[in-house]
């Protein structure tokens, strides 16, 4: 591994108290040097991104992504996946469960970290399934899917309806240390739901998902947290209630946290008007004041990190009619643009986003699966460098994922990632990009 010298960049890692215009050195896969470049020692054989203008920051950490391996190759695998999440900016991923067959066993466990190993350009880290096949019946072993190396455990896509395996599950929860990552729908009242219940689907002639379908699940989750002291993390919230029910609960010391998309922080229901099953998505996107106060908690820390959600489909499946169509947004290659538009929108602030793409989602996973989302000496090289702002058109056929399902296909974007690191090696380039080796005169210099 050639040693790698980013130099003139606007260094800026939240957690570390870093914003400066410094030069970073990577060696064995580690930063081993940052400061201002006057004061590097010579390094003269490496390789040197010329960082002007642009921003590096820890490489981002999505804790929610379908990669769809094993099972359903037809719509991404572990490589065509973590590729597209490295031009993402993405450095390390949590891959879900709802694979075929489920990740409810060690040997699935196992197939997708070797499959990652061989294939993946990043890190990728699995979660296991709360219960047998998904099914909603029977706990797995949680024990064995912990000492696999899972980073929580999930029957995303599904809840698990019944309480008192709930309860179970967070009580295990508590002694493993790993978080249940809660999928909130209560499927009696989401039925055959396609968008947002209200006067938007009524105008399409849908059937809606209500806002109470995922809100009775985190009001019941919470409490169950609550009684055993275990570990709950709320996957994709969606509505302003959810946000007040898990704010109050932090507030009560209820060890929960979580995650918002940025399509919930970003568009509404009547998205689908536009975009059809392009912005067909489980939970919905909902309405403007939903979006208003999701970005108000991400702002004050009820929310503690964005996660993509990544969910891609085959062409054929998105363009069945929108009542028959998969719920799912391709959002990897996206993330980090369109969350830009909050930052211009002066909605949140530059250090609020970092820091919920990178320091909050590594707080979460902890350090038993290394010291990541930070820019520190002695640290594992993951790092993004962003454009601010490079402005861009997103057309899907460029994507390095399967998925082409995005409903902001045409938009124009301010902010674009233009070199990820993960673990010291260059997985992801920008045509844009000055990548060359050292000049004499800067040897000179040096």
């Known amino acids: 591994m050639k040693p790698l010298l980013i130099r003139d960049g606007q260094l800026f890692d939240p957690g570390q108290g870093i914003n400066e215009s410094w030069s970073l050195f990577i060696k064995d896969g580690l930063i081993s040097w940052l400061g201002k470049t006057r004061m590097m020692p010579p390094q003269l054989d490496c390789d040197v991104i010329s960082a002007r203008g642009l921003v590096v920051t820890p490489g981002f950490i999505d804790l929610h992504c379908h990669l769809r391996e094993p099972g359903f190759e037809e719509k991404e695998t572990i490589a065509t996946g973590s590729q597209a999440a490295a031009k993402g900016g993405f450095t390390t991923v949590c891959c879900m469960p709802n694979t075929l067959p489920p990740l409810d066993n060690r040997e699935t466990i196992e197939f997708v970290q070797a499959k990652a190993a061989e294939e993946a350009v990043l890190r990728v880290l699995p979660v296991g399934c709360i219960t047998r096949g998904r099914k909603g ?12 190396g899972v980073v929580g455990f999930s029957d995303d896509g599904d809840t698990v309806s019944n309480p008192a395996l709930m309860r179970q599950a967070l009580e295990l929860s508590r002694k493993l240390g790993l978080p249940v990552i809660d999928h909130c729908e209560d499927k009696a009242l ?9 006067t938007m689907a009524t105008q399409l002639g849908l059937a809606g998902i209500p806002p109470a379908a995922e809100e009775n699940i985190v009001a019941r989750d919470l409490e169950l947290a609550r009684l055993t002291e275990g570990r709950v993390h709320i996957a994709h919230v969606s509505t302003s209630c959810s946000v007040e029910l898990i704010r109050h609960a932090k507030e009560e010391g209820v060890a929960v946290t979580t995650e918002v998309t940025p399509h919930h922080l970003l568009l509404t229901e009547e998205e689908v008007v536009n975009h059809s099953t392009g912005a067909k998505v ?21 929310i503690d990190v964005i996660a993509t959600d990544h969910a891609p489909h085959t062409v054929a499946e998105k363009a069945l009619p929108v009542a028959e169509a998969p719920f799912g947004i391709s959002g990897f290659e996206t993330a980090f643009g369109s969350l830009m538009g909050l930052v211009y929108a002066e909605k949140v602030s530059i ?5 919920r793409l990178t320091t909050a989602p590594a707080s979460i996973l902890g350090e038993k ?3 990541l989302g930070t820019l520190a000496f002695g640290a594992v090289a993951d790092l993004v460098i962003f454009d601010p ?52 005169e800067l040897r000179g210099r040096w």
């Open 351 to 355: 250090e609020t986003l970092i820091t």
């Open 389 to 440: 702002s490079k402005e861009w058109v997103v057309d899907p056929d460029t994507f390095a994922s399967k998925g082409r399902n995005t409903p902001l296909t045409g938009r124009t974007l301010k902010g674009k990632v233009v070199a990820t690191i993960s673990r010291g090696q260059l997985v992801n380039k920008d045509d844009s990009l000055d990548l060359n080796r050292p000049q004499e």
């Open 137 to 148: 019946e029977e706990l797995v072993d949680m024990v064995e899917l912990a000492s696999a």
């Open 282 to 302: 489980n939970p919905p996107l909902r309405t403007i004041r939903d979006v208003e106060a999701l970005i108000e908690a991400l702002n004050d820390g009820t």
């Open 190 to 198: 989401s039925k055959d739901g396609v968008v947002n219940e209200g």
């Open 369 to 371: 699966f290394g010291k």
